[in-house]
């Protein structure tokens, strides 16, 4: 199980190896995603709280990148964390995610990317649920649910 310190050793020292890379210009991105999912996937942006269609979502299933459909978090270790975007606890394995320090507004967080393809998904905090206290908080035009 991942740590508050796991996630700050691979932001530090460099990230686990993914199982594949998958690697395209933005153009072609651009032409597979939707805008919403190209601009917050690929340039990293941000969705409005509340409004992703998978917030409340609470089918099981697993949770899958945008972009090259790596799987990322499964349904069994999402939770309601009342921040207005979907919450996990977990990664589904280690070297699925992407760690990398954010300074941007002003502030100091950890960025989450998918590991193989480096998809925006959001950021990971510290303060969720035992037993892992991770709140690693994506955006739903980050990922796809599929049900199982």
């Not at 686990?16 to 999912?37: C, F, G, I, Y």
């Not at 002003?106 to 905090?125: I, K, P, Q, S, Y």
């Not at 991770?134 to 199982?148: D, M, P």
């Amino acid at each position: 199980m991942l740590t508050w310190k796991n996630v700050i050793d691979f932001a530090v020292n460099g990230n686990p190896e993914p199982e594949r890379r998958v690697e395209k210009p933005n153009d072609e991105w651009r032409e597979l995603l939707t805008p919403a999912q190209f601009r917050i996937a690929r340039l990293k942006g941000t969705e409005a709280a509340h409004s992703g269609a998978l917030c409340s979502a609470h089918e099981a299933g697993k949770y899958g990148c945008v972009c090259c459909g790596t799987l990322l978090f499964d349904s069994t270790i999402k939770f309601e964390s009342s921040s207005g975007w979907p919450s996990f606890t977990q990664p589904i394995q280690e070297n699925a995610i992407k760690y990398e320090k954010d300074t941007a507004f002003g502030m100091v967080r950890v960025e989450v990317m998918c590991n193989t393809c480096d998809a925006h998904l959001g950021h990971v905090f510290p303060d969720g649920p035992e037993p892992s206290g991770l709140r690693y908080c994506v955006n739903s035009e980050s990922i796809t649910l599929e049900k199982a």
